[in-house]
C-alpha cells in the first residue's frame, strides 16, 4: 500500500526533513500561511502536517489558536509535538487523509501543504475533508502542479525516483 511506503520513506526522513528543506518549507509555508487567511479565532486542521513547521509558523502570528494536525509518520509528529508543546491548544494525531478521526463539522479552516502527489486516494482525502469542514469553512491545498514544462518533467522524475510519489496535478 502507498501509504506505508510513504510512512516509511518520511519516519526515515523525520529527522533531517527541516534542515534538508529549510528553504523550501519556510517560502512554502510563509504563502500558504498569507493565502488561507486563518483568523485567530478558526480551528484549524493540518493534514499531513509534517514536522509541525506551519503550526509553529501560525503560533507565531496567533499563539492562542487551535490546530489539530494529522500526519501518517510518527516520527514527524514526534518532532511536531515536540516543536509545540508549550501550546496545550495545538494537538497531533497519527491518521490517514482518508480516514479522519473527526466528527462532521469539526474545523474552519483545513490546509494540506505539499502532500497531495502522494495520495493515492486524493478523491478520497477531499471528501474526508469536506466531512469534518464547518458550513462555510475553508479548504486549502497547496502542492505541486504540472502545468509548466518544469513541473511535468519534474512528475516524471519523481514517478521513477521516488516511490512515495503518485502524481502532481494541474490547477484546474
Not at 518549507?25 to 488561507?36: R, V
Not at 501518517?72 to 494537538?91: D, G, H, T, W
Not at 478523491?123 to 502545468?147: F, H, Q, S, T, Y
Request: hydrophobic share 40%.
Amino acid at each position: 500500500m502507498i501509504e506505508t511506503t510513504v510512512r516509511k520513506q518520511y519516519d526515515h526522513l523525520a529527522s533531517v526533513y527541516d534542515r534538508r528543506w529549510k528553504n523550501y518549507i519556510s517560502n512554502t509555508l510563509s504563502f500558504l500561511k498569507t493565502w488561507a487567511e486563518i483568523s485567530p479565532q478558526d480551528t484549524v486542521l493540518d493534514v499531513a502536517c509534517g514536522t509541525g513547521e506551519l503550526e509553529r509558523l501560525l503560533l507565531t502570528e496567533h499563539p492562542t489558536l487551535k490546530i489539530v494536525g494529522v500526519d501518517i509518520s510518527e516520527e514527524m509528529l514526534a518532532i511536531a509535538q515536540e516543536k509545540c508543546s508549550v501550546y496545550p491548544q495545538v494537538l497531533f494525531h497519527t491518521a490517514s487523509a482518508s480516514a479522519l478521526p473527526f466528527a462532521d463539522d469539526s474545523f474552519d479552516v483545513i490546509v494540506s501543504a505539499s502532500s497531495f502527489h502522494y495520495f493515492s486516494d486524493p478523491l478520497a482525502a477531499l471528501i474526508e475533508m469536506k466531512r469534518v469542514l464547518k458550513p462555510n469553512g475553508k479548504i486549502v491545498i497547496l502542492d505541486w502542479c504540472k502545468d509548466y514544462l518544469f513541473c511535468q518533467i519534474l512528475d516524471i522524475i519523481l514517478k521513477i525516483f521516488d516511490p512515495a510519489h503518485q502524481q502532481c496535478y494541474t490547477q484546474d
